[in-house]
């Protein structure tokens, strides 16, 4: 009996052995590609930069508008140095002045201007005409190159003064060099090619509503070159 059953128990232990052995082969010989193809990733496809198209619409007014704008910013350095360098004169004359004993019984001189003061900011041949002035058209003169300018203001008031000596009847005969106006004075300077247009040009433009002055200088001379005139008004706002 004994010998029995050492021999079932043998029996039942090879058989477990051979079926574990069964299982492991066959574990074993799974195809190698199943662990490869878990890891392997969809392929994306090639992404290709694509031209962007990029359209820009230029405002011309706003253009316009920088240009006066940076036009008037060099005009403000511009007097800016003019107002350092008449504050410079200006003290000069003031020390000058203060060592000349004064006349006794003289009328107050009128403000003037030297020639080579006047060339510093004023071309030819303007410069010498206003040279030759004096009393409140210089005193005019002198506080248009103090002043700031007023941008918007200053911009409207000179295309209006502009557009009025293109479109008069006689505007053929009379030519505009340069119109600045900036808080309270505006210059006008040009030519003539006829005798007395720029006055009927200026009395024109003196009915227009948008002329409000309080009080102007107007000044011709000529040269070799013809006939030429300087203004000087101050604007009410």
């Known amino acids: 009996m004994k010998t029995t059953h050492v ?15 069964l299982q492991l082969n066959s574990s074993n010989q799974q195809p190698a590609n199943s662990i490869s193809q878990e890891n392997v990733e969809p392929e994306l496809p090639e992404l290709r930069a694509q031209p962007l198209a990029v359209t820009a619409e230029v405002d011309v007014a706003e253009v316009e508008q920088l240009q006066h704008r940076i036009i008037a910013l060099e005009q403000q350095l511009s007097a800016r140095d003019q107002r350092q360098e008449l504050a410079q004169q200006s003290l000069q004359q003031n020390l000058v002045s203060e060592t000349e004993e004064p006349e006794q019984n003289s009328d107050a ?10 060339s510093s900011f004023l071309p030819e041949p303007f410069a010498s005409l206003m040279a030759k002035q004096a009393g409140q058209a210089i005193d005019y003169l002198n506080q248009h190159q103090l002043e700031d300018i007023d941008s ?15 479109t008069h009847e006689h505007a053929s005969q009379v030519e505009l060099s340069s119109v600045s106006c900036k808080t309270s004075i505006c210059e006008i300077r040009g030519y003539e090619y006829e005798p007395e247009r720029f006055i009927v040009v200026y009395n024109a433009m003196q009915t227009q509503s948008w002329w409000r002055y309080s009080s102007s200088y107007a000044f011709q001379d000529s040269n070799d070159q013809g006939r030429y005139f300087y203004l000087l008004a101050e604007m009410r706002r």
């Open 7 to 21: 021999l079932i128990v043998s029996a039942v232990v090879f058989i477990v052995g051979l079926v574990t052995g």
């Open 109 to 118: 001189a009128e403000t003037a201007i030297k020639p080579e003061h006047a």
């Open 152 to 166: 918007e203001w200053a911009y409207q008031m000179e295309l209006k003064i502009a557009d009025h000596f293109a």
